[in-house]
Every structure is written in structure tokens, then in C-alpha cells.
């Protein structure tokens, strides 16, 4: 796949405003306006606009509009509860199977409306590692790694296996669970579950992958290897990490979204967000004045 | 201020004398729950013991008066009419289960939970007079089918119930993450949900096995009773609960007898049943987490 720094790096900071009085996202409604969609950028693999998501009907989160660039990590940060799952959720149609929510506005995953698509397919593209591990209680842990697969249909042994190693390498757990690849997953402890769960959705090779807080319950030797993982995958995948970590936020993401009660504040460079934020609450946030 | 929560020596003693009683209460119960089981199990076997002998296996009823026979054709018709039942009743049951559980919004599965509960209480001669008149008197005549479909109705609403409500206890994110890896929704349900529930309905299977099996009223209007090999699932058939009911109102000494070695028979026959299902089914193996 081909990369497009270049076009990136001469895009200006872009970032949404929070004031509800200013007519919903800008941003979104270059895209909408004519009724037709311009094709995005090569590089904006997903966009999002003027999104809102509500849980019998008050509302998570609200306008947001931005992009996740193709191979490029874009983190999302934001005090608890502000947002970011359920804005993370919504990428992938996760809220489908939630009656009570509702999504609105609109998701585009190459310039093809996500919300109209075929949700399966969507979550085939777009793969996810939840905030809590969550492995099949049934399976053995080789079981697990290659659930993806088996519900796919492939069935043969030797791939599944070689996919197996390649995954559980990839999420740093290879070395704790080669001698007992037969054992329940829930064996595991937390951290190695959550890896676990890491490896599962790698080896269906998703397009996109979203992360929620993939080493909030790891210790430091194994964050720094999903942190590796990170930018290893990013030659290749595009990123979404939800992080309440500033440090991991700075280490692994090229862009970087702030968000706060529900809305999107500010989204941009991480370098940028970081050395020099425009909006107040982001520089609050980043210093640990708040959140 | 500075405030600490202490509690004291007393309210510790305290605590551990209740959990003593408690835990006293429990044992009692289960003790009390347990006397009568054992009452019956050693009261069935010492009156049947007599006459569990292997013509008792093997043989058919003697007429009145000559001493001897067995129950081997209503041992077998036993087995053929809960066995039918079971193939109309599990997968019917198990699939209303997982319908209501995963599939079934709105009015629909309303109807159909509603109707479910108001079945699990019908008294089950209803039933067997509400297969009398929609199987027997069409046929023309009693049969092991219309014993089936007597008992399979009885099962149904069991097995539905218990589905649905283990299925609602396996997790949300166990689904999501089945989901979220671009599995259809009919994979999930079979591959993680039902596998992540199985142990416990294939407890519910058994229990609603276990309870048809003893089952009489349903089976005098719909599979009767027959002193003969069974002559094909459209004829009428014997079965033990009919066989023991029959055996035990009637004047004689050895029928008696015979009654509770028929009983005794069925109580091990379910409890046969039981034991390999759980053994087949892998033990602790399956379990809901959380
Ligand atoms: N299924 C749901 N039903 C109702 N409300 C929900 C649901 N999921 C999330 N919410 C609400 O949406 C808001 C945002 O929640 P979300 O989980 O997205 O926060 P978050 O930013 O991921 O927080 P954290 O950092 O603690 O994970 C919260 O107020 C939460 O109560
Ligand atoms: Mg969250």
C-alpha cells in the first residue's frame, strides 16, 4: 500500500469547535453539502461527521467530525466517561446490538457510508480490542487466537497454526503460552487475557484496528511491546488507540483527539496537540490540571 | 476530620456465631430435601426387589393368576416414547430458547414468551386430552406417536425457559467480541454463546427429560397400553409409568411387587440417563463466567 506523508504533513491542524451555537461541523458538511461525496483523501481511510451517538436518547457524544489516516495512529484522549468507547464503538457498529442507542450522522470507511453498509463486512475492515479482555470462556487459548479464522470458515490446521504463532508473537505473549496453547484462556491472568484478545483480532488482519485501552491492565514490559506492536502495525494498518495514558498517547500516535464531555475539542498533530494546543482545556487536560 | 471504621471484637463474634447458624440452616435443608429421596429410593427397591429379576428385563406380563413375566415390552416402549418426545422436544425447545433469547423483539417474542410460561403450568391430562383429540381421534386409535407428541409438548416449555434464561446470562461482551471480528450473528450465538451456556442447558435438557419420563396421565389418552411387543409407533404401546399405575391399583400381591420393581427401574433409568449425559457433555468443562 502506498503512504502519503506528504499530503498529511502539509495539512494545517485541524480541530472542531465545541460551541454548540456554531452550526454543526464544518468539516462534515464539505463532504455533505452537494448531497455527493467527494472522495476523500487517499489518506483518510475513515472519516467521521457530525457524529452523534445517544443511549435512549441522551446523548454520549455529539458532533464529531475528523479522519483517521491511513497508516497512521491517531489517539483519543479525554477525562473518564467523556466518550471515547462510545465514539470508538460506533466506528466499527458495535452500537448495533445496544437497542437503546442511537447513532446519527455519518462514518465514511473509503469513501463508502459505513452506517449502509453490510455490518458484518464493516467489522471484518474494522477490527477491535475492547477495554475489558474479553476471551471466549469456552475455548482453549490456541482456540481463542484463531476464533476469528474458524468463524470465517478456514479450517486448515497447519495455517491456523502458523497464523496462531504469528499472532501471539505479534501481541508479546508468544513466550508465556507455547507450552500451553491447549489450556482454557481463562487461565490467563488479566493482562495476558487482554493480549490474548490483542492476538485475536490481529489475526483476522483488520484493515483498521481500534484499540480501547489495550494496556491499561499490563505491566510496563508488555506496554512497551504493544507500543512496538503499534508501530509496527502502522506500516500497514491504520490506528485508533483510546489511551489514558499522555505519555503512550505522545509515544505512539502520529494524530492525536481530545475529547470532553461528549464533544470532540480539539484534534490534530500529536506533536502539536502536545507542544502547543489551541484550546484551553486541552492544555488543562495535558498538563493534569483536570481529568 | 479524621474518621476510621473500626469494628469491634464483639461485632466479629457476633458475625461468626451467624454464619455458624447459618451455615447450620443449610446443611439442615439439604438434609431435609435429601430424607425424602432416600425414603423413596430405599422404600422402591425393598418392596420391588422381589421381583427385579432378569425375566423382569426380559419378559412379557403373564395374564392374571400365572405367576412370573416382566415388564421388557413397557421397559422398551418407555424408551421409544421418551426418546421420540425428546427428538420433537429438545431441538423445538432449544431453538424457541435461543430464538427468544438472541432473535425475538418485539410483540412476537412477547407472545410466545407469555404463551411459554402459560404452558410450563398446564396440567399435563390437559395435555394428554388435547392430543387425544387432535392425534388419537383423527388416527383412530391410540399410539406411541401420540404419546410422543403428549410428552414433547410437556417438555417444550421447559427447555425454552431454561434456554433463554441461561443465554441471558452469558455476557454482552462475550457477543461483542465475537462480533467484532466480523463473525455473523448465527456463528456467534452457536460458537460462543450457546457453547458458553451449554452445560447448563443440557442440565435443563435433562431435567425435562427426567420429568416426562415418570409422566402417566398424557400417556392413557395417547400411547394406552398394550401386553405385547410393541407392533409399530402407530399402534398402541405400554410404558412403565402406565405399566406401574395399572400393576399398582390392581387386587394382586405380585403386581405389587412388579409395580415397584417398575418403579425402581425408571428412577435408574433416569438417573442412568443422568450420569452419562453429564459424563458425554465433559463434565465441569462448560461454564458461564461471571
Ligand atoms: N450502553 C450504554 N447505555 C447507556 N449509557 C452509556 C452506555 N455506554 C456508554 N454510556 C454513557 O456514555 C458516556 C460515555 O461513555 P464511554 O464509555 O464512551 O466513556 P469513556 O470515555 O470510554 O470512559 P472511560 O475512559 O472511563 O472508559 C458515559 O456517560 C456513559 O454513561
Ligand atoms: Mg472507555
Same mark, same amino acid.
Given at each position: 500500500m502506498q503512504r502519503h506523508d506528504d499530503l498529511i504533513m502539509t495539512e494545517e491542524q485541524t480541530h472542531s469547535d465545541n460551541t454548540s451555537s456554531t452550526p454543526?461541523?464544518?468539516? %462534515? +458538511?464539505?463532504? #455533505?453539502?452537494?448531497?455527493?461525496?467527494?472522495?476523500? /483523501?487517499? @489518506?483518510? $481511510?475513515?472519516?467521521?461527521?457530525?457524529? %452523534? +451517538?445517544?443511549? #435512549?436518547?441522551?446523548?454520549?457524544?455529539?458532533?464529531? /467530525?475528523? @479522519?483517521? $489516516?491511513?497508516?497512521?495512529?491517531?489517539?483519543?484522549?479525554?477525562? #473518564?466517561?467523556?466518550?471515547?468507547?462510545?465514539?470508538?464503538?460506533?466506528?466499527? $457498529?458495535?452500537?448495533?446490538?445496544?437497542?437503546?442507542?442511537?447513532?446519527?450522522?455519518?462514518?465514511?470507511?473509503?469513501?463508502?457510508?459505513?452506517?449502509?453498509?453490510?455490518?458484518?463486512?464493516?467489522?471484518?475492515?474494522?477490527?477491535?480490542?475492547?477495554?475489558?479482555?474479553?476471551?471466549?470462556?469456552?475455548?482453549?487459548?490456541?482456540?481463542n487466537a484463531v476464533a476469528g479464522l474458524r468463524f470465517n470458515g478456514i479450517t486448515k490446521r497447519s495455517l491456523l497454526k502458523e497464523v496462531a504463532e504469528e499472532s501471539l508473537m505479534k501481541s508479546?505473549?508468544?513466550?508465556?503460552?507455547?507450552?500451553?496453547?491447549?489450556?482454557?484462556?481463562?487461565?490467563?491472568?488479566g493482562g495476558q487475557q487482554q493480549r490474548l484478545c490483542i492476538a485475536r483480532a490481529l489475526a483476522v488482519e483488520p484493515e483498521i484496528l481500534l484499540m480501547d485501552e489495550p494496556t491499561s491492565a499490563l505491566d510496563p514490559i508488555a506496554t512497551a511491546k504493544i507500543e512496538e506492536l503499534i508501530h509496527e502495525l502502522k506500516t500497514s494498518y491504520t490506528i485508533v488507540i483510546v489511551t489514558h495514558n499522555m505519555q503512550q498517547a505522545a509515544r505512539v500516535s502520529d494524530y492525536t483527539a481530545f475529547m470532553y464531555m461528549g464533544e470532540l475539542?480539539?484534534?490534530?498533530?500529536?506533536?502539536?496537540?502536545?507542544?502547543n494546543p489551541t484550546k484551553k482545556q486541552t492544555e488543562d487536560y495535558i498538563t493534569g490540571r483536570f481529568g | 476530620m479524621e474518621r476510621r471504621i473500626t469494628i469491634s471484637k464483639s461485632s466479629i463474634a457476633r458475625r461468626k456465631i451467624i454464619n455458624h447458624i447459618m451455615l447450620g440452616l443449610c446443611a439442615l435443608s439439604v438434609v431435609l430435601a435429601l430424607i425424602p429421596l432416600a425414603l423413596i429410593m430405599f422404600y422402591t427397591v425393598k418392596?420391588?426387589?422381589?421381583?427385579?429379576?432378569?425375566?423382569?428385563?426380559?419378559?412379557?406380563?403373564?395374564?392374571?393368576?400365572?405367576?412370573?413375566?416382566?415388564?421388557?415390552?413397557?421397559?422398551?416402549?418407555?424408551?421409544?416414547?421418551?426418546?421420540?418426545?425428546?427428538?420433537?422436544g429438545v431441538p423445538v425447545g432449544i431453538l424457541s430458547g435461543v430464538y427468544l433469547a438472541e432473535f425475538g423483539k418485539g410483540m412476537f417474542a412477547t407472545v410466545i414468551r407469555f404463551l411459554t410460561e402459560v404452558m410450563s403450568g398446564l396440567p399435563s391430562i390437559i395435555v394428554g386430552i388435547f392430543v387425544y383429540t387432535i392425534v388419537v381421534k383423527p388416527m383412530g386409535h391410540f399410539s406411541a406417536y401420540a404419546g410422543a407428541v403428549s410428552l414433547a409438548i410437556l417438555m417444550i416449555p421447559t427447555i425454552t425457559k431454561t434456554t433463554e434464561e441461561l443465554l441471558k446470562l452469558v455476557p454482552q461482551t462475550l457477543r461483542e467480541a465475537g462480533l467484532a471480528l466480523g463473525a455473523p450473528k448465527w456463528i456467534v450465538t452457536t460458537r460462543v454463546v450457546i457453547s458458553a451456556a451449554a452445560k447448563g442447558i443440557i442440565t435443563g435438557m435433562m431435567l425435562a427429560i427426567a420429568r416426562i419420563a415418570g409422566e402417566t396421565a398424557p400417556l392413557l389418552f395417547t400411547a394406552l397400553n398394550n401386553r405385547f411387543w410393541h407392533q409399530g409407533l402407530d399402534q398402541p404401546v405400554a410404558s412403565l409409568p402406565v405399566q406401574i399405575f395399572t400393576y399398582a391399583v390392581a387386587p394382586y400381591d405380585d403386581w405389587h411387587a412388579q409395580a415397584w420393581a417398575g418403579a425402581t427401574v425408571l428412577i435408574m433409568m433416569v438417573f442412568i440417563l443422568s450420569v452419562v449425559v453429564r459424563v458425554v457433555a465433559g463434565g465441569g468443562k462448560f461454564t458461564v463466567q461471571q
Open positions: 454543526p461541523a464544518e468539516t %462534515g +458538511v464539505k463532504k #455533505s453539502d452537494t448531497g455527493q461525496h467527494d472522495a476523500p /483523501t487517499k @489518506s483518510e $481511510r475513515l472519516t467521521v461527521g457530525n457524529l %452523534g +451517538v445517544a443511549f #435512549s436518547g441522551n446523548s454520549a457524544i455529539r458532533n464529531i /467530525t475528523m @479522519s483517521f $489516516r491511513d497508516g497512521k495512529a491517531t489517539a483519543i484522549i479525554g477525562p #473518564s466517561g467523556c466518550g471515547k468507547s462510545t465514539l470508538l464503538r460506533a466506528l466499527n $457498529r458495535m452500537h448495533d446490538i445496544i437497542p437503546t442507542a442511537k447513532v446519527t450522522g455519518e462514518i465514511l470507511l473509503d469513501g463508502e457510508n459505513v452506517m449502509q453498509m453490510d455490518a458484518v463486512t464493516v467489522r471484518r475492515r474494522i477490527g477491535m480490542v475492547f477495554q475489558k479482555p474479553n476471551p471466549f470462556p469456552t475455548m482453549s487459548i490456541f482456540d508479546a505473549l508468544w513466550d508465556e503460552v507455547k507450552d500451553r496453547l491447549k489450556q482454557p484462556a481463562m487461565s490467563l491472568s475539542v480539539e484534534t490534530g498533530k500529536t506533536r502539536s496537540i502536545f507542544t | 418392596e420391588g426387589i422381589s421381583a427385579l429379576n432378569w425375566d423382569f428385563f426380559t419378559h412379557l406380563p403373564k395374564p392374571v393368576g400365572e405367576p412370573g413375566g416382566g415388564m421388557a415390552n413397557a421397559i422398551v416402549g418407555t424408551l421409544t416414547i421418551v426418546g421420540m418426545a425428546s427428538l420433537i
